[in-house]
Nanobody, 118 residues
Framework: QVQLVESGGGLVQPGGSLRLSCAGS????????MGWYRQAPGAQRELVAS???????YYKDSVKGRFTISKDNAKNTVYLQLNSLKPEDTAVYYC????????????WGQGTQVTVSS
């Protein structure tokens, strides 16, 4: 069973940066499209960025130019660099492999909290 462990979140001021990491068991990142999701309080979980096996990336419009997704297949890790953070980026961030618009392949991890506040 694949386990996903997210880390790197924290409290940061508006305009600040964070780098999130997602470590997975097994060599899943070379086989699956991987995505970073986030869930703000009272909101549904949403996909904010994804990366294909060939490293083609997708970004939600609201994070384009500010977030960068990358991966290291040898380390079984996917990263999300968050720059120019805004209060509306506050959420719990998760990684997973999207199956379609409504589901994912793996059990959700615990996520990592990102709080943007002055």
């Amino acid at each position: 069973q694949v386990q996903l462990v997210e880390s790197g979140g924290g409290l940061v001021q508006p305009g600040g940066s964070l780098r999130l990491s997602c470590a997975g068991s097994g060599s899943i990142f070379s086989l699956y499209v991987m995505g970073w999701y986030r869930q703000a309080p009272g909101a549904q979980r949403e996909l904010v960025a994804s990366i294909t096996r060939n490293s083609i990336t997708y970004y939600k419009d609201s994070v384009k130019g500010r977030f960068t997704i990358s991966k290291d297949n040898a380390k079984n890790t996917v990263y999300l660099q968050l720059n120019s953070l805004k209060p509306e980026d506050t959420a719990v961030y998760y990684c997973n492999a999207p199956k379609n618009s409504d589901s994912v392949f793996f059990t959700w991890g615990q996520g990592t909290q990102v709080t943007v506040s002055s």
